[in-house]
């Protein structure tokens, strides 16, 4: 092993510990503790740690629970129990809790206790080495969605922009942990949107009455969105906040009975529903106190202490140049001023649409056949 990577031994033997450091310093690099309180504070202040050993029988902190506090800090360090004193009942006990890699007794040979350690290295590498192919694997997938649904349904994918920043803004206020998920969430809510004819979409954004029908395909939309997403990986509470986001704040069960991973999708669902309400009132041009009192109005659908969020968002744009450019000059984030027009007067782009690389690119193939009027109207 060239790189020497941190390795966390944890005794409340001190002889014990320098012995450690003395002989394994040349293989890894070794920090110690001599308590389990000391070892959870030495994690926060120099971890990530690859491996952590540590003795079964200490004071204050035995090694089991030790171990148990250390996984909830970081679920990857590879967990080891060396101990002098083994029972079936403690060694049932540290596995179950702490997900011990190795289950060790002293005296353990030194060259025992090197290989057991480079074992458990050698996982901590194959956690992250499958970590990033989940992560890459993630991130291609979501950008391929997104780029479909800007080409396919630039409006939804304009909105889906700004459902993020106003998703992002009140998982900050409520200092809510994997924000990453409800952006993803946000990004992503208006997926099942690519099977709604154009029409009736046209329709939902300008507030128009749907008929009975066309309500039902625009209720069936988060169903079909979840479906797409839960099919790749990690992606399962993202496709559970999409699924949800129609549901009536009513209609969620108490916090009180929920787990934490069903806490977290109810008020993921419960903010989506309140920001896409927000949106659409912003969208026909209501002013953002007009908007808020709208939702106030009706506590049945939407969660009265996220509508209280709402007050503090940033809506208003920042200040844009407007340009006037030909379709070759055009680059992905512009925004439409105007609609873009075909040569034959037909409607190709609304206005108020931020472009993206493939709708540029389906927009210059659609010129080189039929034509494009130019130049475009945008805002930069």
Sequence with gaps: MTKKYPVLFVDDEQNILISYKRNLRKYFQVETAGSGPEALELMKSKGPFAVIVSDMQMPVM???????????????????ILTGFANIENAISAVNNGFIFRFLTKPCPPESLIAAIEEGIRQYQLIHAERELLEDTLQNSIGVLTAILGMVNPQAFGRANRIKQYVHQIAERLKLKDIWQLDMAAMLSQIGFVTLPPHILDKIYNGEILTEKEQIMLEEHPGIGGSLIEKIPRMDII???????????????????????????????????????FDGYIYRGMSKAAAISMLERDQNSYNRQIVSLLSDLQVLEKERIRKSLPLDKLVSGVITEFPIISAKGKMLVNKDIQLTEPLIQRLKAYDRSVGIRQPIKVLM
Excluded: C, W, Y
């Design 239 to 277: 496709a559970a906040i999409i699924r949800d986001q129609n549901k009536k704040f009513s209609e969620h069960e108490a916090p009180a009975a929920l787990t934490p991973r069903k806490k977290f999708i109810s008020l993921g669902a419960q903010i989506l529903k309140v920001v896409l309400a």
């Design 62 to 80: 035995d090694g089991a629970r030790f171990l148990e506090k250390a996984r909830a800090i970081d679920k990857d360090s590879v967990r080891m």
